[in-house]
């Protein structure tokens, strides 16, 4: 059983933030969700202190393999996910993770506080791809701004911190190694690559905040290699996702350092995709037990 | 009812062009009857995502009509090809097998639900907008409830679906009226020339409207029918990559600020409960 910053996990399989609601999921597919939970870990669309109705549509565009999208992180701000999401959440047969972003410091430490006193959440996930609001720059840009951003937040919770990084830098090991000086106890790898596409109807952008982020297999073979150039900095546990689709894919991350992986856009495809995966890593380790033992999937 | 989790695999039984248009059938063994107005995510077993390229996310259909049988319920859907998701979806031979989930989505109200001094319902569909259509006329006829059916469609090219879907004994039902913009059939011009002579008559305007067509149509029916104040629900579309409120893709704007998830809180939508349908 694969054991994450002390966190005790049935598979190495979880979701990505911001690609599955269970709240909804439970309402549509019922408590045969709760039976048969496609994660070993649950991990919140990102919270930010006050509500947010997101980007005006349109919000996404398919691309070749994947998607582009700007949805704008609508949620219904730290309260609201504190009284009416939250005992929602803990009923879900699986550790809590609660993703979290604000744009100064001030903010984020509120957050941080708030949500990680509460006894249902067992790990906190940043995310830093937003910009700071004194400074202008994106934190998860600057290994300054997110080592300091992580030396004011770690203090403030006992509970596991994950860094997640953007991959729109050129070297996210900085940022990773920052993220471990200021005392992350993991990183999460990678969130959606800036990009763009025209809707070729009106030759006008396709999503209208003018771009958004990639996902789905296109961006696999990115996410793994900012994975691999992360492993070799850091000595922290990683959580790697970018186009996760299959057992065979899970593989390639766990293979090259993750800890655990997480499954996005193909639970799109899939609401079950995360279970899918598991299982079919499960087989694959057993076929093939040297691996176990490379993996530490035991 | 809820649909079963997850996606499943369902055999293509049929597909036959109707006008510009397809109509397939899948066999269901797992899932329920869906209720008029639901949709489901379809993507080919074959041929989807499989080696890069569109299409790659699952597609948005409504079901068109579902009969129950022994071995499972049939859907029936009718799809027009606009792009490489629908394509695939319209080149589907008997055998095959589709990958499905749902029902997904709310479905239409009864008249009196919808205002219990209703006398009866009005569906007005434009293009491939008739498919939710079909099942609830299907289902308002068999409750008895008296209706009226007010269908369009641009061209011959872009129009179909009539003689499996609307018609009896070889015939179009008499409850349907037609409207074309070329005037390939019945009154030339737009469906909603139909739909406001209908409204300006006294005995229209206890009725409750049921629509699904393009932006523009829509827009045209939620205004008419605000006009004479009438009770409308539309079966509105946005872009979609889940159907299950994962993605928050499908937002719509709501009247007083913010935005729904279209797939949880639609695709049926009281008029009043929108903003202006957004259209080119
Ligand atoms: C609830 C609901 C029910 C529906 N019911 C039906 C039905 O019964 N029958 C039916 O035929 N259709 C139905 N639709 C519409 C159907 O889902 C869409 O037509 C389909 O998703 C289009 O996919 P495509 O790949 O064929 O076309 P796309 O290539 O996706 O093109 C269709 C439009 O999508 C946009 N688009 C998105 N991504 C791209 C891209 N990368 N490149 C170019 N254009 C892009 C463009 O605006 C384009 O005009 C329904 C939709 C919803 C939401
Ligand atoms: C529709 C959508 C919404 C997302 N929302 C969030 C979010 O709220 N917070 C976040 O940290 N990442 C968000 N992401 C990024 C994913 O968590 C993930 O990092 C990325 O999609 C790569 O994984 P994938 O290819 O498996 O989807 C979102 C991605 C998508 C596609
Ligand atoms: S289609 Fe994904 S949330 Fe509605």
Redesign the interface.
């Known amino acids: 059983m694969p054991e994450f910053c002390g966190i005790e996990l049935d598979h190495p399989v979880i979701n990505a933030s911001?690609?599955?609601?269970a709240i909804?999921?439970r309402?549509?597919?019922?408590d045969?969700?709760l039976a048969?939970f496609p994660f070993s870990a649950f991990v919140s669309?990102t919270i930010t202190p006050e509500p947010r109705?997101?980007?005006?549509?349109?919000?996404?565009?398919?691309?070749?393999?994947?998607?582009i999208?700007s949805?704008g992180l609508?949620n219904k701000g730290l309260d609201g996910f504190l009284a009416e999401d939250l005992p929602q959440l803990a009923q879900l047969p699986v550790p809590l993770i609660v993703s979290v972003m604000a744009t100064n410091r001030e903010e984020f430490s509120r957050l941080v506080r708030e949500v990680g006193e509460r006894d249902e959440v067992a790990a906190l996930e940043l995310n830093v791809s937003c910009p700071n609001v004194h400074s202008g720059l994106i934190v998860g840009e600057q290994p300054t701004e997110t080592e300091a951003l992580l030396e004011a937040l770690r203090p403030l919770t006992e509970k596991p911190l994950i860094v997640k990084l953007t991959p729109n830098v050129a070297n996210p090991e900085a940022v990773a190694v920052a993220a471990e000086e200021g005392g992350a106890d993991a990183v999460s790898l990678i969130n959606t690559l800036k990009a763009s596409a025209i809707d070729p109807a009106?030759g006008e952008p396709a999503i209208a905040a003018g771009h958004g982020g990639l996902s789905?297999?296109?961006v696999r073979p990115i996410a793994l290699q900012q994975l691999r150039a992360v492993r070799a900095a850091v000595e922290l546990p990683l959580v790697g996702m970018g186009g996760i689709a299959s057992g065979a894919d899970a593989l390639e991350f766990l293979a090259s350092g993750a800890a655990v992986v997480a499954v996005g856009?193909e639970?799109?495809?899939?609401?079950?995709a995360g279970a899918r995966i598991a299982n079919d890593l499960e087989t694959a380790v057993s076929r093939s037990p040297s691996r176990v033992e490379a993996l530490h999937l035991e | 009812m809820s649909a079963p989790f997850g996606r499943r695999a369902c055999e293509v039984t049929a597909n036959v062009s109707s006008g510009g248009y397809r109509i397939f059938s899948l066999r269901d063994r797992e899932g329920p009857n869906p209720a008029p107005g639901q949709f489901y995510m379809l993507a080919s077993e074959r041929e989807w995502g499989e080696g890069g390229g569109r299409p790659y996310l699952p597609r948005a259909i409504s079901v068109a009509e579902a009969i129950p049988a022994k071995d499972g319920v049939r859907l029936d859907f009718l799809v027009e090809g606009v792009g490489p998701g629908t394509d695939r979806l319209c080149e589907l031979e008997a055998g095959e097998r589709v990958w499905v989930t749902g029902p997904l989505g709310n479905s239409f109200s009864t008249p009196r639900e919808v205002n219990p001094e209703s006398a009866g319902a009005i569906l007005i569909g434009g293009g491939i907008g008739i498919a939710p259509m079909a099942i609830w006329r299907r289902y308002l006829v068999e409750r008895g409830i008296p209706l009226r059916v007010l269908l369009g469609f641009r061209n011959e090219a872009h129009s179909g679906g009539l003689n499996e879907l609307f018609c009896a004994g070889g015939s179009l039902c008499p409850d349907v009226r037609l409207a074309s913009e070329d005037g390939h059939a019945g009154h030339q011009g737009y469906v909603t020339d139909l739909l406001a002579t209908m409204l300006a008559g006294d005995d229209a305007t206890s009725a409750v409207v049921y629509s699904c067509g393009p932006p523009a149509m829509l827009e045209a029916v939620r205004a008419l029918c605000a006009e004479h104040d009438v009770a409308c629900e539309l079966a509105m579309e946005s872009p979609m990559a889940c159907g299950f409120g994962a993605c928050f893709g499908c937002a719509v704007p709501k009247p007083d600020g913010g935005y729904m998830r279209l797939c949880v809180d639609g695709p049926v939508v009281r008029g009043d409960a929108v903003a202006e349908v957004a259209h080119a």
């Open positions: 911001g690609t599955y609601d909804a999921a309402r549509i597919f019922g045969a969700l048969d669309k109705a997101g980007n005006a549509p349109r919000r996404i565009w398919e691309t070749p393999a994947g998607m999208n949805i609508p009106t789905g297999p296109a856009t639970s799109f495809r899939d609401p079950r």
